[in-house]
Every structure is written in structure tokens, then in C-alpha cells.
């Protein structure tokens, strides 16, 4: 990685040293391999989404290797971010009968929420959406799972009919087929994969921004100003950001929820 | 009634709140993604078309005026299916059970 704040402090570059701001940019996306073994790379994201996944299963793995009637210590902690999970994303699409996705959905919302909140965490501090590679694997999952459900319950011919709710006139019926298809087949599936990466992607540049123009304005001139306006900046997005990971992770699953719910029941 | 029968109504009340918010949260989520996905699924797929047709009779101006056409067959559509849902909502009467949209 290029352009960082280590990098910053290494070369001393700072306002009125003639030294031009190094932005924030891409580069702060790329990262060098850690290991490789032929073509394949092993990166600072890949090693973050295994960590992330390991946090979830260990955590849960905790909390209910042993379960007891009455909660105590991790247990209880696991309960309440289950119990959180169904009363407010599953139950609310889903309803009793999808308590079944209830696994699907912790699972999704805490490795998705874990993976966000890394963007946090000093020497961790990277976003593992904010690379679109990790979010796609994410939404075909639920993509190919809402799509499956549907054609299961519904039929096919049942299901490409729901699309359409019922009342549309037939004209345009017509007019509506080629929105409703690509809506449904591409639209759907794509803001879904896009804006949990692109708020993370914007998320992680503005923290980046804040904290290395902190530093770069950083010198015993009127610049110490700036830096402290830039400072404050860093600090609001850094609180910022500790809600939109959660928000983030909340959205996905929601909208998850919603998606199973329309194809396991037809909407009327 | 007593303090703890007091207690548990308010309890009860609260839980059904709370479940109302979470299901007024997980619809508007719902209909906001839906209306953004439409309007880019609209524009995209009479883009399409009027870039296809445009291409076989040598008209690029139809690519633009595909996109405005389809922009507006999503805008009506919209208002249409979510207009009428909010209205059906807000009518007086028993209320019917909207499970909104996909």
C-alpha cells in the first residue's frame, strides 16, 4: 500500500516543506501480497475476511458450546445478538415461519458487520467490502438462494408472474416486462452488492483523507489550524462510520430478509 | 389491576411497538431500494431498446430518448404501485393487511 500515513511520516512531508499533498486515492485499495504462490496473492483483505469469519464462529462457537437454561457470561451476549438479528430483520419480513433463515441471516449480518467494523480498528483498519471482489460472493449467495426459494414455492411461471403485481392492465403489462425483468434479474442483485461496497469504499477514503491531511498540514505555522480542523473532521467521520457499519450490515440483511420473504410467498 | 398486571400490559405494548417500528423499518428500506432499482431498470432497459432500434436505422437519438421514454414508464409506475399503496394505507375503515412490496 502506497501513499499511507507510515509513508507520510516516513518522508516528513508536510505543508509549506514543498511538499504537495499526497491524496488519498485507489492506491489506498491495492495492497502488496503478503504471501504468493504462483499467481495467486494472498492479501491484507483476504487474511481480514478469514479473521472476520473466525471472529463470528468462534464467538458463536463460545456462547453456545455449551448451553445452560439460564444464560450467563458469552451466552448471553450470543442470545442477544440472535434474539437482536430475528426481531429486527427476520421477524419483521419473515414473520414465525422464516425462522429457518435464522442462521443464514445471523451468520450473513455478523460476518458482514465484522468485516465493516475492521475499517475501525487501528492496525486492522481496512473495510473488507470496500473491495467489490468480496461483496459479489456475498450477493449471489442470496441472490441464487432468493431465486431458488422462489421457483421452489411458486413455480417458475408463478413466480416470473408475481413480478407484476396483480391489477396492471394488460397493455401495460407489456411495458412493464422488460423493466420488471432487468429490475428483478440485474437492478436488484446489483444495488444490493453496490451499495454495501460503495459506503464502505466512500467510508474508508474519507477516514484516509482526514488523517493523512492531519498530518500533512501538521507544522508550526498557521497549519496547525488546519490540522486541528482536519483532526476534528477524522474524528466525526471515525464516529460516523462506527454507524454506518452497523447500518450497513443491517441493510443487507433487511433487504436479505424482504428478498427470501417475496419469494417464498407471493406478494399480493 | 395490579402493578405487575400494569407492568406486563406495558410491556406487551411495548414489544408490539417496537415490532411495528422494525416492520415500518424493514418496508421502507424495501420501498426506497425498489424505487431507486426500478428507475434504473426502467431507464436501462428502454436505453436498450432505443439503442438497439437506433442502431439498425442509423437514429442515436433514439439511445436518449429510449432512456427519457423508459425513465418515465418507471416514474408513472412507480406512482402508480407505491401511490396506490400509501393511499389504501392512509384510507379510513378497516385496515387491510399490506405486506408491501418486493
Given at each position: 500500500?502506497?501513499?499511507?500515513?507510515?509513508?507520510?511520516?516516513?518522508?516528513?512531508?508536510?505543508?509549506?516543506?514543498?511538499?504537495?499533498?499526497?491524496?488519498?486515492?485507489?492506491?489506498?485499495?491495492?495492497?502488496?501480497?503478503?504471501?504468493?504462490?504462483?499467481?495467486?496473492?494472498?492479501?491484507?483483505?483476504?487474511?481480514?475476511?478469514?479473521?472476520?469469519?473466525?471472529?463470528?464462529?468462534?464467538?458463536?462457537?463460545?456462547?453456545?458450546?455449551?448451553?445452560?437454561?439460564?444464560?450467563?457470561?458469552?451466552?448471553?451476549?450470543?442470545?442477544?445478538?440472535?434474539?437482536?438479528?430475528?426481531?429486527?430483520?427476520?421477524?419483521?419480513?419473515?414473520?414465525?415461519?422464516?425462522?429457518?433463515?435464522?442462521?443464514?441471516?445471523?451468520?450473513?449480518?455478523?460476518?458482514?458487520?465484522?468485516?465493516?467494523?475492521?475499517?475501525?480498528?487501528?492496525?486492522?483498519?481496512?473495510?473488507?467490502?470496500?473491495?467489490?471482489?468480496?461483496?459479489?460472493?456475498?450477493?449471489?449467495?442470496?441472490?441464487?438462494?432468493?431465486?431458488?426459494?422462489g421457483?421452489?414455492?411458486q413455480?417458475?411461471w408463478g413466480y416470473f408472474k408475481s413480478m407484476i403485481p396483480p391489477g396492471v392492465p394488460a397493455p401495460i403489462y407489456v411495458i412493464l416486462v422488460p423493466v420488471e425483468l432487468l429490475r428483478f434479474f440485474v437492478f436488484q442483485?446489483?444495488t444490493?452488492?453496490?451499495?454495501?461496497?460503495?459506503?464502505?469504499?466512500?467510508?474508508?477514503?474519507?477516514?484516509?483523507?482526514?488523517?493523512?491531511?492531519?498530518?500533512?498540514?501538521?507544522?508550526?505555522?498557521?497549519?496547525?489550524?488546519?490540522?486541528?480542523?482536519?483532526?476534528?473532521?477524522?474524528?466525526?467521520?471515525?464516529?460516523?462510520?462506527?454507524?454506518?457499519?452497523?447500518?450497513?450490515?443491517?441493510?443487507?440483511?433487511?433487504?436479505?430478509?424482504?428478498?427470501?420473504?417475496s419469494?417464498?410467498?407471493p406478494v399480493h | 389491576?395490579?402493578?405487575?398486571?400494569?407492568?406486563?400490559?406495558?410491556?406487551?405494548?411495548?414489544?408490539?411497538?417496537?415490532?411495528?417500528?422494525?416492520?415500518?423499518?424493514?418496508?421502507?428500506?424495501e420501498v426506497?431500494w425498489t424505487v431507486f432499482s426500478y428507475l434504473l431498470a426502467g431507464m436501462a432497459a428502454y436505453g436498450g431498446i432505443g439503442?438497439l432500434?437506433?442502431?439498425?436505422?442509423?437514429?442515436?437519438?433514439?439511445?436518449?430518448?429510449g432512456m427519457l421514454v423508459g425513465l418515465g414508464i418507471s416514474i408513472g409506475y412507480i406512482i402508480h404501485r407505491f401511490g396506490r399503496q400509501?393511499?389504501?394505507?392512509?384510507?379510513?375503515?378497516?385496515?387491510?393487511?399490506?405486506?408491501g412490496d418486493r
Amino acid at each position: 500500500m502506497t501513499g499511507d500515513v507510515g509513508v507520510l511520516a516516513s518522508n516528513g512531508c508536510h505543508i509549506f516543506n514543498g511538499c504537495g499533498f499526497p491524496a488519498p486515492g485507489l492506491q489506498n485499495f491495492e495492497w502488496k501480497p503478503i504471501f504468493s504462490i504462483g499467481s495467486f496473492h494472498f492479501t491484507k483483505p483476504m487474511l481480514l475476511a478469514i479473521l472476520a469469519a473466525l471472529v463470528v464462529i468462534v464467538f458463536f462457537w463460545a456462547a453456545f458450546r455449551k448451553p445452560q437454561l439460564v444464560p450467563r457470561g458469552v451466552q448471553n451476549l450470543g442470545e442477544l445478538a440472535i434474539l437482536a438479528v430475528r426481531d429486527q430483520i427476520l421477524r419483521p419480513s419473515l414473520g414465525r415461519r422464516g425462522d429457518s433463515y435464522l442462521p443464514f441471516l445471523v451468520s450473513l449480518f455478523f460476518f458482514i458487520y465484522v468485516m465493516n467494523v475492521f475499517e475501525l480498528i487501528p492496525i486492522l483498519q481496512f473495510p473488507v467490502p470496500s473491495r467489490i471482489g468480496f461483496v459479489w460472493p456475498l450477493v449471489f449467495i442470496v441472490y441464487f438462494l432468493y431465486l431458488y426459494l422462489g421457483f421452489k414455492n411458486q413455480g417458475i411461471w408463478g413466480y416470473f408472474k408475481s413480478m407484476i403485481p396483480p391489477g396492471v392492465p394488460a397493455p401495460i403489462y407489456v411495458i412493464l416486462v422488460p423493466v420488471e425483468l432487468l429490475r428483478f434479474f440485474v437492478f436488484q442483485p446489483f444495488t444490493l452488492g453496490v451499495r454495501l461496497f460503495g459506503n464502505m469504499f466512500a467510508g474508508h477514503l474519507l477516514l484516509t483523507i482526514f488523517t493523512v491531511a492531519t498530518w500533512y498540514l501538521l507544522s508550526l505555522s498557521v497549519g496547525l489550524l488546519y490540522a486541528a480542523g482536519s483532526f476534528a473532521l477524522a474524528i466525526f467521520v471515525f464516529l460516523l462510520e462506527t454507524l454506518v457499519t452497523l447500518l450497513q450490515a443491517f441493510i443487507f440483511t433487511t433487504l436479505t430478509a424482504t428478498y427470501i420473504a417475496s419469494s417464498v410467498e407471493p406478494v399480493h | 389491576m395490579s402493578d405487575h398486571g400494569d407492568d406486563a400490559v406495558t410491556r406487551t405494548r411495548e414489544k408490539a411497538q417496537q415490532q411495528a417500528a422494525a416492520r415500518g423499518r424493514a418496508q421502507g428500506l424495501e420501498v426506497g431500494w425498489t424505487v431507486f432499482s426500478y428507475l434504473l431498470a426502467g431507464m436501462a432497459a428502454y436505453g436498450g431498446i432505443g439503442w438497439l432500434i437506433g442502431r439498425a436505422v442509423h437514429v442515436p437519438l433514439l439511445f436518449p430518448l429510449g432512456m427519457l421514454v423508459g425513465l418515465g414508464i418507471s416514474i408513472g409506475y412507480i406512482i402508480h404501485r407505491f401511490g396506490r399503496q400509501q393511499a389504501v394505507e392512509r384510507a379510513p375503515g378497516p385496515r387491510k393487511e399490506i405486506t408491501g412490496d418486493r
